[in-house]
């Protein structure tokens, strides 16, 4: 059975910064093509956030995030990191982790979601203003 925990959420004040991981199982992990982060807010439609491909350690953000989140992956540690800077109040949500068994665009999953296989159980992020 594939899992992904989510951990290193909470709450921050505006302008803080929170570092979410991605873990799963060694025998799971390097079945993954590419791991993704997904955000959704009370009353909106969920939205990707970033995504990689941990093999190749080739990321992408979107472009609302751009400027402030990263994505990166520690193999050895079978972990996907999303490191979000310089918070807004809007950045509320919960963020869920995402994994793909193939070879998925790392823009149009963030899109579509199309091709994530797995999801994690999420994990509240809440920024104060």
């Known amino acids: 059975q594939v899992e992904l925990v989510e951990s290193g959420g909470g709450s921050v004040q505006a302008g803080g910064s929170l570092t979410l991981s991605c873990a799963a199982s060694?025998?799971?992990?390097?079945?993954?093509?590419?791991v993704a982060w997904f955000r959704q807010a009370p009353g909106k439609q969920r939205e990707g956030v970033a995504s990689?491909?941990?093999?190749?350690?080739?990321?992408h953000v979107a472009d609302f995030a751009d400027q402030r989140f990263s994505i990166s992956a520690e193999n050895s540690k079978n972990t996907v990191y999303l490191q979000m800077n310089n918070l807004h109040p809007d950045d509320t949500a919960t963020y869920y982790c995402?994994?793909?068994?193939?070879?998925?665009?790392?823009?149009?999953?963030?899109?579509?979601?199309?091709?994530?296989?797995?999801w994690g159980k999420g994990i509240r992020v809440t920024v104060s203003s």
């Open positions: 990689i491909y941990p093999s190749l350690r080739t990321g």
């Open positions: 060694p025998d799971t992990f390097g079945t993954f093509y590419a």
């Open positions: 995402a994994a793909a068994k193939y070879w998925v665009d790392l823009r149009k999953v963030l899109e579509t979601a199309s091709g994530i296989n797995y």
